[in-house]
């Protein structure tokens, strides 16, 4: 029955090819309708070894602690879709004994193993970063929006890639940041929907500071760059969710996305218009570098370009990773920071003193505080996942090829034993604290989660967060701002990112003397 579960694809041709070259084995005088009868028969033998053999019997992380109620078809979740249950895995991290490893199964009983101790993540993110590598369905998905750059690469290929484009990094065209939105106002109504706006304004901010383009997307929002990503990033239908399922049990994942569906045609057109816009970036910029005249930048496409190291299909990867991570991610954050201070109307006014007493500024205590709070407690991208490369330890426990880890920024972020009894409150006074500015007082560095740790961290966090203060200095500064609800239940867009299924829909109203 392990043959079946590891080797599906494998038995399928064997089946096939057993009964084309065997006539003993054929059925109602039909090889067709034989391969069909013996193909279901593998496939319902499959689903009965995964949702009740498997993990009663046959797994080998029995050693990992797990939840004692478990469900033949939800696992320990109460939900029907791949989806992690952080309220769940929060209440286990703190009520079940565990070393740092709490096993457990999400729909369709496929096992997860989510990491909840400094050590364990230091081990798997830092120390053996390279035995675990992102899941090859995560690459396929996401390989088609974000192409195949520092993002997805992994191991020797991974530390070239991210060595020779770190030095773009190391710099920020801050002055860049701050006009975005100064120059825009509400409509009549004064009501906005977040995610639209700021959307358009971290990919004109990604487009200006990261590339030396600018996208124009917030003066015209029909621009095709803008209207592809809203394609792309548009939230899976309910048979989408099913499909998708269904193609991580069977493996089936690359036939999936070759089906005729509308989701498939929006992804599809959509990427290969955000790959023409970056291959034009490239070829402007190889004009522009002609020029003696022109000054050689220290943006992505000038630091790429001047090492060599990267062919110009690859460089199309690269603009395409930070196209698209860089700024729907700055995008999410804002909208949480709209939405944070909508629901703590104190920490609105007393942000919006310090910037207007102190702009243009080198530093914002408090700015900083309210940032670091927004992406600790709303962190854009609420969990990432590895799976071992190979046969392997973590905290000395064996952990072979295969096995699936969860590191949730939602559950590490929001857990009591690293922030104190006041976790899960939104409060940015605890950056505000005497050497407390970068830490917030959590007892380990790896308490803070949200760009990860080590070797894979995000290579924009520092630009992130620049970009990110900046919106909100602008955004803060000339609105105050309120939910157009704020009795309404938050509701979540699960996606590349995790957002307000809304979008954040808040009355704007700008204020004098700004």
Request: glycine share 6%; proline share 6%.
């Amino acid at each position: 029955m392990g043959f079946i579960q590891d080797n599906f694809r494998l038995v399928y041709v064997g089946v096939a090819a057993a009964v084309y070259l065997r006539p003993e084995y054929v059925i109602f005088n039909s090889k067709l309708l034989t391969i069909i009868v013996y193909l279901t028969i593998l496939m319902l033998s499959k689903f009965a070894y995964q949702l009740t053999l498997y993990p009663a019997f046959f797994t080998p992380l029995k050693h990992i602690q797990t939840p004692r109620s478990r469900n033949w078809l939800r696992g320990n979740t109460k939900s029907i879709f791949l989806e992690t249950p952080y309220q769940l895995v929060k209440e286990w991290a703190k009520e079940m004994p565990n070393q740092g490893l709490i096993r457990y199964y999400i729909v369709m009983n496929l096992e997860r193993v989510v990491l909840t101790s400094p050590k364990a993540l230091s081990e798997l993110l830092v120390t053996k970063n390279y035995d675990f590598e992102k899941p090859k369905t995560v690459r396929q998905s996401l390989r088609r929006v974000v192409g195949d750059g520092v993002l997805l690469t992994e191991g020797d290929e991974h530390k070239l890639q991210r060595k020779n484009l770190m030095p773009a990094f190391a710099y920020r065209h801050i002055k860049n940041l701050y006009p975005i939105w100064r120059t825009e106002s509400p409509p009549d109504d004064n009501i906005i929907q977040v995610r639209t706006w700021a959307s358009r304004a971290t990919l004109d901010i990604i487009g200006v500071a990261g590339m030396d383009h600018d996208f124009d997307s917030l003066r015209n929002p029909f621009n095709k760059l803008n209207k592809s990503y809203q394609r792309i990033f548009s939230p899976l239908s309910f048979a989408n969710k099913i499909l998708f399922i269904l193609a991580t049990l069977m493996g089936t994942l690359t036939f999936i996305q070759k089906l005729p569906t509308q989701r498939n045609k929006d992804i599809e057109e959509g990427g290969e218009e955000i790959r023409n816009v970056a291959r034009q970036m490239i070829q402007e910029k190889k004009e522009k570098m002609k020029d003696p005249k022109s000054k050689t930048g220290v943006d992505i496409i000038s630091v790429a370009m001047a090492n060599g190291t990267f062919d110009d299909e690859n460089l199309v990867d690269q603009l395409m990773t930070f196209l698209g991570a860089g700024h729907e991610t700055t995008a999410t954050a804002l909208q949480w920071a709209v939405y944070a201070l909508c629901k703590n109307p104190d920490v609105q006014t007393r942000l919006r003193e310090e910037i207007r007493a102190n702009l243009p500024p080198t530093l914002l205590r408090r700015r900083k505080a309210v940032c670091n709070e927004v992406l600790r407690f709303h962190p854009s991208v609420p969990n990432t996942v590895r799976v071992a490369a190979k046969d392997t330890t973590l905290l000395g426990q064996p952990i072979p090829k295969g096995t699936f880890f969860v590191i949730s920024p939602e559950v590490i972020n929001h857990m009591e034993e690293f922030w104190g009894p006041d976790a899960d409150k939104f409060n940015p006074d605890r950056f505000m604290g005497e050497g407390r500015a970068n830490n917030g007082g959590a007892t380990s560095n790896y308490a803070f989660l949200t760009f990860i740790h080590g070797p894979r961290s995000c290579i924009g966090q520092g630009f992130a967060k620049a970009e990110l203060a900046c919106l909100l200095a602008a955004v803060v500064g000339r609105f105050q701002f309120e939910l157009k609800d704020p009795d309404a239940k938050l509701e979540l867009m699960e996606g590349a990112t995790v957002s307000p299924k809304d979008g954040v829909i808040a009355k704007f109203t700008a204020l004098e003397g700004w």
